[in-house]
């Protein structure tokens, strides 16, 4: 079954506390893998596509890994404002539907 | 400014009654998405549509109804056959195929009572 799992669930962390965010995946047929920002009472927020192993994006504090089987998300230096709950989603290839994780509620502490 | 808007941000409705959940956008997108998310869930697609008057259902259509008359324009119907509707709605569009880049609406929260 093709799925997306996140982890860990919620993250506390001092600003300037680096950390990562895991996705594991399992599909047939990866299109691409994405990452996404959500503020609370808000819809996602486009952020990163990533569609090989090995291949690396990078947005101010953010940097996404892929690896054939998760993609990690690495927080570097983190600031109050990057407190938000983040998505993992990836794309099958047989019929382009988007399978999207739970996600990972990141809250940074001033 | 382009982008993607929906309305109205919370709606309250009575159980068996049927309710119209607004999305419209002017960013010249093809496609256009309706997703559902509940609490601790992922985002679970609804119905979705590649081009005018035409509509393709998602993983959880039951109970759902769209029209897509315009182009800007991809309205929601939640019927009362919708079992358990309480959720918060997203709605989203992209160039054709690029349904993984779209970009989302603030959403509408719906509760039933």
């Known amino acids: 079954e093709d799925q997306v799992t996140q982890s860990p669930e919620a993250l506390r962390l001092q600003e300037g506390e680096s950390s990562s965010l895991n996705c594991s995946y399992t599909?047939?047929?990866?299109?691409?893998l994405f990452w996404y920002r959500q503020d609370p009472g808000k819809g996602p927020e486009f952020l990163f596509t990533l569609y090989s192993a090995g291949e690396e994006k990078e947005k101010e504090r953010l940097k996404a890994t892929l690896t054939k089987k998760e993609s990690f998300l690495h927080i570097t230096a983190p600031k109050p404002e990057d407190s938000a709950t983040y998505l993992c989603?990836?794309?099958?290839?047989?019929?382009?539907?988007?399978?999207f994780g739970k996600g990972t509620r990141l809250h940074i502490l001033p | 400014d382009g982008g993607i808007t929906q309305s109205p941000k919370y709606l309250f409705r009575k159980e068996g009654q049927n309710v119209t959940l607004s999305c419209e956008q002017n960013l010249n997108h093809d496609a256009m998405y309706w997703y559902r998310q509940d609490p601790g869930q992922g985002l679970r697609l609804i119905y979705y549509s590649q081009i005018v008057n035409d509509f393709q259902k998602g993983d959880i259509a039951e109970g759902y109804s769209v029209s897509r008359e315009k182009k800007e324009s991809f309205p929601l119907t939640v019927t009362s056959a919708q079992k358990n509707p309480t959720a918060f709605y997203l709605c989203?569009?992209?160039?054709?195929?690029?349904?993984?880049?779209?970009?989302f609406g603030q959403g509408t929260r719906l509760t039933v009572v």
């Open positions: 989603a990836v794309g099958r290839g047989r019929d382009d539907k988007i399978i």
């Open positions: 599909v047939s047929g990866l299109r691409g």
């Open positions: 989203a569009s992209s160039m054709r195929d690029k349904a993984a880049e779209a970009f």
